[in-house]
C-alpha cells in the first residue's frame, strides 16, 4: 500500500460488541475517508473528516483524527451482522478533487 | 438516487486480448477516476478526469488509456492485457459541491486467462 498500515487485518466480533479499527498515514493531507466494501463488491462512502476536525459522528460511526501522529480510528457502536465488511480508510491530498490512497483494508467479521 | 454505472460488471479475456471499460458519473459530478483493486489488495488509483481533461495519473500501465467524453461517460482501454491485469476495477466521480467525497460505482471485475 502507498498509504500506511490498517490495524487490526481483521476482526471478530460479537454481534452489539464494538469494533475499533485503527489507520495510519505517511503524508500530509487534506482530509481521510472511511469506505466499507462487502465482500467483492464496491465501495461505499462511510465518512469523511478534513484535517482541521478531530472528531466526527455518522449514526453509530465515530472517527477521530490525529494528525500529529498521522492516525485516524473508526468506531462502529453496536455492531451487527450486517456491519460484517472490509472497512478501508483513504487519504486525500486536496481539498479538490484529488485521488484517494487507500489503507490496506481491516476485514471486520460480527458473529451473531 | 442515481449512483455510478459500470460495464460491462465482468469480463473474461486471454491474454494478450484487448478490453473497454465503461463508467457513466452521477449526473452534474464533474470528475471521474479510475481505480484497480487486486485480489486482496487496497484500491489503487490510475487515472482521473476532470471536465474531460486529464487531472491525475497514478500508477497505471502505459499499455491502458483512459478518456471522458463530452456527455462525461468515461473509458478505460487495456490493450494486450496480463495475467496480472485481473482485478477489480472501480470507476468514481466527484462534484465541486462536495469536494472530497468520491462516489464509486459498483466495478467491473476482469479476468485475464
Known amino acids: 500500500s502507498q498509504q500506511g498500515e490498517e490495524d487490526p487485518q481483521a476482526l471478530s466480533i460479537q454481534e452489539g460488541e464494538n469494533a475499533t479499527m485503527n489507520c495510519s498515514y505517511k503524508t500530509s493531507i487534506n482530509n481521510l475517508q472511511w469506505y466499507r466494501q462487502n465482500s467483492g463488491r464496491g465501495l461505499v462512502h462511510l465518512i469523511l473528516?478534513?484535517?482541521?476536525?478531530r472528531e466526527k459522528h455518522s449514526g453509530r460511526l465515530r472517527v477521530t483524527l490525529d494528525t500529529s501522529k498521522k492516525s485516524s480510528s473508526l468506531l462502529i457502536t453496536a455492531s451487527r451482522a450486517a456491519d460484517t465488511a472490509s472497512y478501508f480508510c483513504a487519504t486525500a491530498r486536496g481539498a479538490g478533487n484529488t485521488p484517494l490512497v487507500f489503507g490496506k483494508g481491516t476485514r471486520l467479521s460480527v458473529i451473531a | 438516487a442515481a449512483g455510478v454505472i459500470q460495464s460491462p460488471r465482468h469480463l473474461i479475456k486471454e491474454k494478450r486480448e484487448t478490453a473497454t471499460l465503461k463508467c457513466y458519473p452521477i449526473p452534474r459530478h464533474d470528475t471521474v477516476y479510475w481505480y484497480q483493486q487486486g485480489p486482496g489488495q487496497d484500491p489503487q488509483f490510475l487515472i482521473s478526469f476532470y471536465e474531460k481533461m486529464q487531472s491525475d495519473k497514478g500508477s497505471i500501465p502505459d499499455r491502458f488509456s483512459a478518456q471522458q467524453f463530452s456527455d462525461y461517460h468515461s473509458e478505460l482501454n487495456m490493450s494486450s492485457l496480463e495475467l496480472g491485469d485481473s482485478a477489480l476495477y472501480f470507476c468514481?466521480?466527484?462534484?465541486?459541491?462536495?469536494?472530497?467525497?468520491?462516489?464509486f460505482g459498483p466495478g467491473t471485475r476482469l479476468t485475464v486467462l
Open positions: 473528516i478534513r484535517s482541521n476536525e
Open positions: 468514481a466521480s466527484s462534484s465541486r459541491q462536495r469536494r472530497g467525497t468520491q462516489y
